[in-house]
């Protein structure tokens, strides 16, 4: 059974840092490039950062997050995770995890249930 749990959202001070983690399991993780969604309410859907698989590829960042946030991966514990450093109102929102495998003939992907990251004062 593929599984995507996140953890470690909550409530922060503007200012303020969390760090997200991802546990995946249920999939070949070192397959997969991982990122991590947010849902602000009311908006839609968008992309935070992204990481490719060990085979390569670039690590990429929303620009309304770049030089804010981090995300890296565990290949050894099937994990990722999102630093979050500087953290604005702005960047309230549901955070998702997202898996995702393409060859030339298939796509496969995942998402998690999302966690709650309130910034406020």
């Known amino acids: 059974q593929v599984q995507l749990v996140e953890s470690g959202g909550g409530l922060v001070q503007p200012g303020g840092s969390l760090r997200l983690s991802c546990a995946a399991s249920g999939f070949t993780f070192n397959d997969y490039a991982m990122r991590w969604y947010r849902q602000p309410p009311g908006k839609e859907r968008e992309l935070v950062a992204g990481?490719?698989?060990?085979?390569?590829?670039?690590?990429a960042y929303g620009d309304s997050v770049k030089g804010r946030f981090t995300i890296s991966r565990d290949n050894t514990k099937n994990m990722v995770y999102l630093q979050m450093n500087s953290l604005k109102p702005e960047d309230t929102a549901v955070y998702y995890c997202?898996?995702?495998?393409?060859?030339?003939?298939?796509?496969?992907?995942?998402w998690g249930q999302g966690t709650q990251v309130t910034v406020s004062s």
């Open positions: 997202y898996a995702i495998r393409r060859t030339i003939a298939t796509m496969s992907e995942y």
């Open positions: 990481i490719p698989n060990p085979g390569g590829g670039v690590t």
